[in-house]
């Protein structure tokens, strides 16, 4: 079993639609949770960062983070063409120089 | 915000030869740099963790011979993929981590060994 699963595999949704992603963990010692897009050949940018449990909104992008369940998600909503990328969740334990954990990734395409 | 610079962008070399990806923090020092390796429609792999002035440190089942980390100084890591194979052909990705931006990832380097 892999340390970080990510759901759902590739996804096609209608502009405007509310995408849902989620990853679920096994350490409960990750303390950090990130969201990063990625589009093709080009190097990860950071959407969200939660600490801990809780929600976090940022636009059309909502972050939520259930430490219980060891399980996050995130929502976009009113979806854009141009966020036809792969999500990444990534987490860390945290403290100075620690790693990443990556989900292994969702390809989101929307179409017009 | 936080940029890193990741240089070449895409890089064609012959088999057995050697080549360096340079990874530049612009406007932050990072404290802690990591190097990843990707595959097309996969996820990334930490390959290694470095330190400034320190040895690197690898993931289990990187060659730390073959894959050639230095991190020179708080805003510079290379890494030097030694006598390059077909099978090395990948995507290589750097990240500088510092306390205050977090983790900042670079554009990424497209090597194929021809």
């Known amino acids: 079993q892999k340390e970080v699963e990510q759901d759902p595999g590739p996804l096609s949704v209608p502009e405007g639609a509310i995408v849902s992603l989620n990853c679920t963990y096994s350490n409960s010692a990750f303390q950090y949770f990130m969201w990063y897009r990625q589009y093709s050949r080009k190097g990860p940018e950071l959407l969200m960062y939660t600490y801990s449990s809780g929600n976090k909104e940022d636009g059309r992008f909502t972050a939520q983070v259930d430490k219980s369940s060891k399980y996050i998600s995130l929502f976009i909503r009113d979806s854009q063409p141009s966020d036809s990328a792969t999500y990444l969740c990534a987490m860390s334990e945290g403290g100075g120089g620690n790693k990443l954990t990556f989900g292994t990734g969702t390809q989101l395409k929307v179409e017009l | ?114």
């Not at chain 2, 390796?37 to 990334?44: C, E, V």
């Open chain 2, 1 to 114: 915000g936080a940029v890193v610079s990741q240089h070449p962008s895409w890089v064609i070399c012959k088999s057995g030869t050697s080549v360096k990806i340079e990874c530049r923090s612009l406007d932050f020092q990072a404290t802690t740099m990591f190097w990843y390796r990707q595959f097309p429609k996969q996820s990334l792999m930490l390959m290694a963790t470095s330190n400034e002035g320190s040895k690197a440190t690898y993931e289990q089942g990187v060659e730390k011979d073959k894959f050639l980390i230095n991190h020179a100084s708080l805003t510079l890591s290379t890494l030097t993929v030694t006598s390059a194979h077909p099978e090395d052909s990948s995507f290589y990705i750097c990240s500088a981590r510092s306390p205050y931006y977090g983790y900042t990832f670079g554009s990424g380097t497209r090597l194929t060994v021809v």
